[in-house]
Structure formats: C-alpha cells, structure tokens
C-alpha cells in the first residue's frame, strides 16, 4: 500500500507552509504530496493569505525535493487551456527529472470561479473529454510530427506539440507521458474516460461500503475497451485524522472542526491499530494507494505518528 499526502492549500497556507509539509513529507518516506487546485476557501474562517497556483506551488516543489511525487487532485478543467496545461505540466515534469502526475477533473466549484472571472459553463464533461484528449495527444505525437484536433471546445492546428514530459509511459499515444489521474462518482461515463486515458482511478472521499464498487465498474470499462483493467492503479482520498491515543483523536479532530466518530466513520482516522485496520480495508476493496489528506498543514507530528506506527506495518 503506498502512502501519499494530500492537501487543500486554498484553505489557508502560504508556499513556505506547502515546501515544509513537502519536504517533511519526502523525509518521513511517504510516496507523493499531492494538493488540492483551488482558488477560493471553503466555508468560513481567515483567508489568508489567500490561493496558491497549483502549477506554480509544484514547480517550484520540484526544484526543492529530490523523490517524491508531486501532482493534483485535481485540476480542473475550466481553469487552463489544454495546450497550455500542457506545456505547464510537461515543464514542471521536467524540472522534478519526470516525478509529476496531473490530476484532472471537471471542475465543480462555481463560487472560486466567480470570484476570480473564471468561465463556469453549466456542462462540462465534453470540456474535460476534449482536455484528456488534448493533453494525451500533445505528448504522444511523436517528435518532429504535428498535431491538429477539432472538437466543439478548442482547434488546434499544427502543433509541434512540444516539449515532451520526462517520463514516457507507453507506446499508446493515448497514453504517453505524464501519468494522468481521473477519478469521480460517476457509474459510466467516468469509468470510461479513465479506461481511455488514466493510468489511475481515484475515488476520492466516498462512502467506504462503495469504493469496490467503484472500482469495478472502472474495470469492466476497461475490459469493453479491450484494454486490461490491472493496467491502471486504483486509489482512494480520503481524510486523515491519527492519534496515540483516543484523547490526541480528539484534539486533532476538534483542530479541523470535524467529530471523531464521523472521522472514523469517513475517513483514515483513529489510533494506529485502528488505521492499519482501515487501510487493509481499503486493499480489500482494490485500493493499492491512499491519499491522506491533511487539513492541519502546521502539525508535522501528525505525518510523523504516521509514518513511525503505520507504514511499517503495511505489507
């Protein structure tokens, strides 16, 4: 099972706070730090000191780690055009010598969109259909060869579809570069945008008597599309909420504003023992990676119970 930190910086964290929590994150020997791409807090509370640019956060994350993985969960598509998303992940791609994953996703926050003068049209799956399709296409289309699509959303004519990723995944061009996450609820047509493009299904905070379910059907995608289903890593977000103890539990929940019980319930929360068990839970269902995601950017003793009492005893 691999360990990986996720965060949702939009509701108060400065970059110096996301390169600390990254790098303790690479120290303490969990896989990846991951963030959230959003650029309006959630709920009340203080804004400061107000959004962090995912892309930006990253490549800056990349020229100051050395290991992890780095990506988001997830970007959303009404907030870049494909050609230069792109390049922008490409780049950065290339300035963590080929450690980022991209992430993306329909969009759903209508509010950071309206604060920031962002489109927000009412349907956007096309919108992310042809993004997938864009961005796996720039970097599969062979050097020295150009790329053109036509679709309702964008044209693009002659690319030089460079720069090219570090990493290059497959000889299916529809699969070619940067490993690409989708996740979503869904029970048809995101199972089958992930057998298309994703190397990864993410299902990320749902109810944990549904996540086999979910996977499933992202299987059986695949297998319509001939394509082999283990050909695909199948993960899950959810919220971390570690203690020693019953009392720590609680002070940690209480810091997020959240009850123990509904932690427990939800999401990776309780005492070690208890977060193996949830985690082997999540095996079963198929999972063979976990996003944490961690709403106390500043409490690193978190991530290192985590890393002392937990990972060593995951097979």
Same mark, same amino acid.
Not at 203 to 231: H, L, M, Q, S, Y
Not at 265 to 273: E, K, Q, W
């Given at each position: ?58 490549? $800056? +994350?990349?020229? /100051?780690?050395?290991? *992890?993985?780095? @990506?988001?969960?997830? =970007?959303?598509?009404?907030? !870049? ?44 799956? $096309? +919108?992310?259909? /042809?993004?997938?399709? *864009?961005?796996? @296409?720039?970097?599969? =289309?062979?050097?020295?060869? !150009? ?45 089958? +945008? ?122």
């Amino acid at each position: 099972m691999e360990l990986r930190i996720f965060t949702e910086p939009q509701q108060g964290a400065s970059y110096d706070d996301l390169l600390t929590l990254a790098q303790a994150t690479e120290t303490l020997g969990f896989d990846a730090f991951f963030r959230s791409d959003h650029y309006l807090r959630m709920g009340d509370g203080d804004p400061l000191p107000g959004p962090t640019d995912a892309w930006t956060t990253l490549a $800056g +994350l990349a020229r /100051e780690t050395s290991r *992890i993985r780095l @990506g988001t969960l997830v =970007t959303s598509a009404t907030f !870049r055009h494909p050609g230069v998303l792109a390049i922008q992940v490409a780049q950065v791609d290339q300035m963590s010598g080929g450690r980022v994953e991209l992430g993306l996703g329909a969009g759903w926050f209508a509010d950071e969109h309206a604060a920031y003068g962002i489109p927000f049209p009412p349907k956007r799956f $096309g +919108l992310l259909t /042809e993004q997938l399709e *864009i961005v796996s @296409g720039l970097w599969g =289309t062979p050097v020295g060869e !150009r790329f053109s699509f036509a679709g309702e959303h964008y044209t693009l004519t002659d690319s030089p579809a460079l720069p090219k990723p570090v990493q290059r995944l497959a000889q299916d061009p529809a699969r070619a570069g940067v490993p690409i996450i989708v996740g979503g609820h869904g029970p048809r047509r995101t199972p089958a +945008l992930a057998a298309r493009f994703a190397s990864e299904f993410n299902t990320a905070f749902a109810p944990k008597n549904e996540i086999a379910a979910r996977f499933a059907a992202v299987r059986d995608a695949c297998t319509a599309v001939g394509r082999d289903p283990d050909d695909l890593v199948y993960s899950a977000a959810l919220v971390l909420c570690a203690g020693a103890d019953d009392a720590e539990v609680s002070r940690r929940a209480a810091r997020i504003g959240r009850d123990p019980a509904e932690l427990r319930a939800s999401g990776v929360a309780g005492t070690p023992a208890e977060i193996v068990d949830t985690l082997a839970e999540l095996a079963k269902a198929g999972a063979t990676r976990v996003y944490l995601q961690v709403l106390d950017l500043h409490d690193l003793d978190h991530l290192d119970l985590v890393a002392r009492e937990v990972a060593p005893q995951l097979g």
